[in-house]
């Protein structure tokens, strides 16, 4: 699947305040299997730009495209910065939600919910409610629901944001393990330069509200991404570089 | 300076005033309830008070005892248990569907809320004589008035409930590709349970009060009638029994509710 976002401007109004200029014209083509990460000043557009591409907002102006999408399957999955898991239902039942509302069958949903639940390592926790998990855990776990209808683009806004930093390089490590096995792409919201670098096949830079693209910059570091990248120095350049590019001196 | 050791948690009780827990709090309360039980024997049986105003526990129990073997007994519970119990499940059920309605749709919330929060402040025995003399003075006017009682705690949490739901939840639902339809049965609905289920406990205590109340004023059986005709015939004993089978239905009904709870809301176990 292709994706193809168009000259997407959002202007949030709400008739009591001055009308918030969000998104200002953002295009950018994501391909079948690439991850692409955002980064960009706090209230840059950047959430609601994902918002945008996961149907949950409608634009202002512009269009995203999704070419080659397999019918009566939603294309997007979202992981929302804080989660969102239903604190009603256990591990098992969260993942099953999705494949719920494709009307797939009991035994059906088993075997991918147990499949999922291996996937990101939550094997023996499919009883618990997400109260009863670690912060890395449920991480896990909502990833696993994203995943579960296999759509062709995951969006992900900070998902690592809340944890504490070795768990976060762990997580990391499992996120490149998922993209590197193949079979979709990941639009990655952060503001993390390194998490960015760390992740990403190209990083897009965006600027202060309203958000627009100030310049993607290819990472082009090997694959598959190992924590050894992280002391190299064309790694250290390229943080160097995009973090220059946020603080708007552009040399 | 060096302090002594802090025990955090006892610390922190002793400031919040939180009651004790675990077999040291049920026997702190089984002791309290066990010393005045034993403090009304002690009087009733000294004959520093007249049986008259205040007959001993025995005999209030005793009392109780020959109701049952007479029969009598039943015939005045049954008739309380039945319209408390139609009362409530009617009065319940309205509220929870209407309060789901008012809760998701502004078109249902628009024409219901104020009606709600016009007539919510009534009280709701006053309308007992209305009913009465629209149904009769038969079991539909004291269930329907029982079931008002219910309704209006009930339908107002839930209708707070569903609008208290986390939009990220409804976000989330949408994403992972939910219809209206379902957003509400599989997120509103579970999400908001809990706050219907304190609108249900308050629905409980008004439908002791009501049910007791419109016994006294227009029954010919029920524990109400009980008590209010055991008054008049200055029957002590038989009225103190009364009370205590009102508290031991109110306790019965909590206890019901709260295992109810604990079976739909197992999510909500550790939260508190």
Known sequence: MLTRIEEVSKTYQNGRTEPLRALAGVSLELGPHEFVCMVGPSGCGKSTLLSIVAGLLEPSSGAVVFEGAEPGRPPTGMVFQDLGLFPWRTVERNVAYGLEELHIGRAGRRARVRELISMVGLEGFENRFPHELSGGMRQRAAMARALATDPALLLMDEPLSSLDAQTRQEMQMELCRLYEAGGRSFLYVTHDVEEAIFLGDRVVVLSPRPGRVVEIIRVGLPRPRSHALRTQITFNSLVGQVGRLLRGDGN | ?272
Do not use: C
């Open chain 2, 1 to 272: 300076m060096r302090r002594g050791p802090v025990r955090g948690g006892s610390a922190l009780a002793r400031v919040t005033g939180q009651a004790p827990t675990g077999a040291w709090g049920r026997l702190l309360g089984a002791a309290s309830t066990i010393g005045v039980l034993l403090a009304w024997e002690t009087v009733g049986r000294s004959g520093l008070v007249a049986p008259l105003f205040l007959p001993s526990l025995s005999s209030v129990l005793m009392e109780g005892w020959l109701m049952i073997g007479s029969g009598e007994l039943w015939s005045h519970l049954g008739a309380s248990l039945w319209r408390i119990l139609w009362g409530f499940l009617l009065g319940a059920g309205l509220g929870i569907l209407l309060g789901l309605a008012m809760g998701i749709s502004r078109l249902a919330d628009g024409l219901g809320h104020p009606l709600v929060a016009a007539s919510y402040p009534i009280p709701k025995i006053a309308l007992l004589p209305l009913f009465i003399l629209w149904l009769g003075l038969g079991e539909p006017s004291k269930v329907a008035v029982i079931g008002l009682g219910v309704f209006f705690p009930v339908v107002v949490n839930t209708r707070a409930g569903v609008r208290d739901v986390n939009p990220l939840l409804i976000q989330a639902a949408v994403s992972l590709g939910s219809t209206r339809a379902r957003i509400a049965r599989k997120v509103l609905l579970p999400a908001s349970l809990p706050t219907i289920f304190a609108g249900l406990k308050l629905g409980a205590g008004a439908a002791l009060l009501l049910l007791v109340t419109a016994e006294m004023i227009a029954a010919d059986k029920g524990i109400g009638f009980m008590i209010l005709s055991a008054a008049n015939l200055m029957q002590t004993t038989r009225l103190l029994f009364g009370i205590l089978l009102l508290a031991a239905l109110g306790l019965l009904s909590n206890w019901m509710l709260a295992a109810l709870e604990r079976r739909l809301l197992p999510w909500k176990q550790q939260a508190h």
